[in-house]
């Protein structure tokens, strides 16, 4: 080492102010962002709760609403018809006409049980008069039919029950079609009920974009501050590990999750609830991927100054808690007055859930949604560096 | 001449503008040296280490390492230091070997982790996840992330602090191993015996200011007796003098003890009287006969090597453990 030097205001790499004792190896310029989000995969593998909280639970949310928001089977109404001298006769007539609208329903509607026919279906039953009237008191049909012996018809129904009414109306309309009514209008019905029009498949793109919100607002947010709390990134950034690396790094596992948080939810809905995707794959990955990445780094900035995983989820539900509500994860956003809807299109989440929904269910190009894809990239972008001005890494 | 490893000047630090925790501190050690800076909780070590680590900004005073400043040279300079903090948990769902390779990747020339996993013991716990170490194992760990970049400079902040006493043992062990291949060290502690028995050097920091400064035999020379006499005494009505007698009392029988030969300093230590002797075959005699004649009775007698925190309560008038 030179022996007359005085200390020289740039360090160059060949000095080496002592020996090293230990042949070293040589780290790539990657090697450290490769090992970081290896080990990032490999701490929320080996995270049961991650597992279920980013996978399964959407699953669940998206099997439970699907469920108890599926569009009903075509309602039966039931029928009885007080035994007497015109019953079996009724009873005929009701049949007839209801294997034929039963046929109608069959050629104009293949594969969903749960459609709406034409006309309802009719279950109809001959009881005694007591019987039948006491069984109609309790509710278990919706109608009692009596045919007077001058060959009119009398019925019983109930005006407080809706079934009850609906009931009536067709049963009279069926009644007098059969007895040889000919209606004067021609009318044709269309069905709205059809696969990517149905409660489900508006729900399945707002969950994915809440997902995707929620896995980056916790993900990036509450994992960084954790990571602060435990005093890793002070000990990280006492290391020559750059912290670009580091970002870069959480970043990309964000982006790795994101494709199997897509991928399983969008499975879970073609194959449970047959929803039909029409926009291509690669554009709702890349959907995925702008969500993903825009919500990591609003995840960032909200995470940039907290000390305590106690504030942080103060924080990150404050921040999500307006998009739960106004950005149409379960409902649509047009319910909101009108006036509101300028800033509800301007919230993150809205942006992503519309276009997904555009490019899931309506096959939207991206190059059609890119007002969306800029409010999402703004986001995304002024957070990042925000995030990176205000972060603190001790 | 090469520059020393690490060399600061005239170090302040304020919090918030109010609290001084470090109140103009200088330092200068020397390569292969293991340098201590002992003091109790809340005397300005930890930000100390962690400004000369670079982790912290002085509110004023400069730092250099091998004569480089952390502002022009950061990133050549994290290569040439290992650092264990006061407290990391490291990620515990990781195994030991994946922890030490993440650390190792940072750095350019790191060392091989299986090297490092041998020298620190946690071979057979290298498949282990982190969270299932012990706390020696896990203090084991945290010092092989900062060896594991092949470091000139270590860094310990209260390295055994909560440690038992063999892990305390293991991890002296790999510092003296580490200086011996020409590495630095620089440690706190509030452990007397760990500096005595570790460090070359030491500094004893107290209030953000260094009260004292050289080796440990220094130090303890600057007590007067390099002995400890130790007693406890009671009258013959088994009146403990010590629990009994009010202040004033008190303050008389210390000074009493005083006047016997070769004694330097009197003080008390919960129930009995420590006196820092220079010649203890001097005193002891002499302290018997005035027990004797007082009419107490000697309970507890004994002498030993003056310690370093003989040192600091003489300094201080406190004890380091106190808070």
């Known amino acids: 080492m ?57 699953l669940l ?95 019983y129904y109930d005006p407080a029950r809706p079934e009850s009414i609906l009931s009536r109306a067709e049963i009279d309309a069926q009644l007098q079609s059969a007895a040889g009514r000919l209606d004067v ?97 690669l554009s709702v990955v890349l959907l995925g991927s702008l969500g993903a990445v825009a919500f990591g780094g609003v995840g960032l900035l909200t995470a940039c100054r907290a000390q305590k995983i106690e504030s942080v989820s103060g924080l990150i539900n404050l921040v999500m808690m307006p998009m739960w509500i106004f950005s149409g994860v379960f409902f649509s956003y047009q319910r909101f007055p009108a006036i509101t809807h300028p800033f509800i299109k301007a919230l993150p989440l809205t942006a992503l859930n519309d276009a997904l929904r555009a490019t899931i269910l309506e096959g939207a190009t991206l190059a059609s949604q890119s007002g969306r894809l800029l409010v999402l990239a703004i986001w995304g972008g002024v957070s990042f560096i925000l995030a990176l001005r205000w972060f603190r890494w001790t | 001449m090469v520059a020393s490893p690490i060399e600061c000047t005239n170090l302040r630090k304020t919090y918030d503008g109010k609290v001084e925790a470090v109140r103009g501190l200088s330092l200068q050690i020397e390569a292969g040296q293991c340098f201590g800076l002992l003091g109790p909780n809340g005397a300005g070590k930890t930000t100390t280490i962690e400004i000369l680590e670079g982790l912290l900004d002085p509110t004023s005073g400069e ?19 290992g650092i264990s903090l006061q407290e990391t948990r490291l990620s515990e769902k990781l195994t030991v070997r994946e922890t030490i390779e993440l650390f190792a990747s940072f750095y350019s020339e790191p060392r091989e982790a299986g090297d490092i996993l041998e020298e ?39 390295p055994t602090t909560g440690l038992d006493p063999q892990s305390r043992r293991q991890l002296w062990d790999i510092v003296r191993a580490f200086q011996k291949k020409g590495g630095t060290v620089l440690l706190t502690t509030h452990y007397m015996d760990e500096a005595e ?44 003098i010590s629990n009994n007698g009010n202040d004033n009392n008190e303050n008389d029988h210390l000074d009493f003890w005083r006047t016997l030969p070769s004694v330097e300093s009197v003080r008390r230590e919960d129930s009995s009287v420590c006196l820092s002797v220079r010649e203890p075959h001097l005193t002891i005699p002499a302290l018997l006969d005035a027990v004797a004649s007082q009419g107490h009775r000697l309970e507890h007698l004994s002498t030993r090597q003056a310690s370093l925190e003989d040192v600091f309560v003489k300094l201080t008038g406190r004890h380091l453990r106190e808070d």
């Not at chain 1, 006309?119 to 039948?132: C, G, P």
Request: charged share 20%; hydrophobic share 40%.
């Open chain 2, 197 to 240: 028995r570790l460090c070359d050097r030491l500094a004893i920091v107290d209030h953000g200011v260094i009260i004292a400064e050289g080796t440990p035999d220094d130090l303890i020379d600057r007590l007067g007796g390099h002995h400890v006499v130790e007693f406890q005494v009671s009258n013959n009505a088994s009146n403990n």
């Open chain 1, 61 to 155: 949310l998206a099997a439970g609403l699907g469920i108890a928001f599926r569009n009903k089977p075509a309602d039966i109404t039931s029928v009885v018809v007080i035994d007497g001298a015109g019953a079996e006769k009724t009873l005929a007539m009701l049949q007839n006409s209801t294997n034929k609208s039963a046929s109608d329903r069959s050629s104009s509607d293949k594969s969903a049980s749960d459609k709406s026919p034409a006309h309802s279906a009719v279950r109809a039953t001959i009881l005694d008069r007591e019987a039948a009237l006491k069984a109609f008191h309790f509710g278990k049909y919706d109608l009692a039919i009596e045919a007077n012996p001058d060959g009119s018809y009398t019925y």
């Open chain 1, 185 to 281: 209008l021609a009318t044709s019905s269309q069905s709205s009920s059809e696969p990517g029009s149905r409660y489900i498949d508006f729900l399945i793109p707002g969950l994915l974009g809440m997902n995707l919100m929620n896995s980056g607002m916790w993900g990036v947010g509450f994992a960084l501050v954790e990571m602060r709390q435990r005093k890793l990134l002070k000990r990280f950034v006492a290391t020559p590990m750059r912290r670009s690396d580091f970002l870069l790094a959480l970043t990309s596992s964000r982006l790795i999750l994101m494709v199997i948080e897509v991928g399983l939810l969008l499975s879970f809905g073609v194959l449970v609830f047959h929803m039909p995707v029409q926009g291509s794959i």
């Open chain 2, 63 to 81: 730092v250099r390492i091998f004569g480089y400043t952390w502002a022009e040279n950061e990133r050549q300079l994290r290569e040439w230091i």
């Open chain 2, 120 to 158: 620190l013991q946690l071979t057979e716990k290298s498949e282990a996840w982190v969270g299932k170490l012990s706390g020696g194992q896990k203090q084991r760990l945290a010092v092989a992330t900062a060896l594991v970049g092949n470091p000139r400079i270590l860094f310990l902040d209260e």
């Open chain 1, 2 to 58: 030179a022996t007359t030097e005085t200390n020289p205001p740039r360090l160059h790499a060949d000095e080496n102010p002592q020996p090293r004792p230990i042949p070293a190896r040589r780290s790539g310029r990657w090697s450290g962002y490769r090992h970081l989000l290896w080990a990032r995969i490999l701490e929320l593998k080996r995270e049961p709760e991650v597992v279920f909280w980013v996978f399964i639970f959407p």
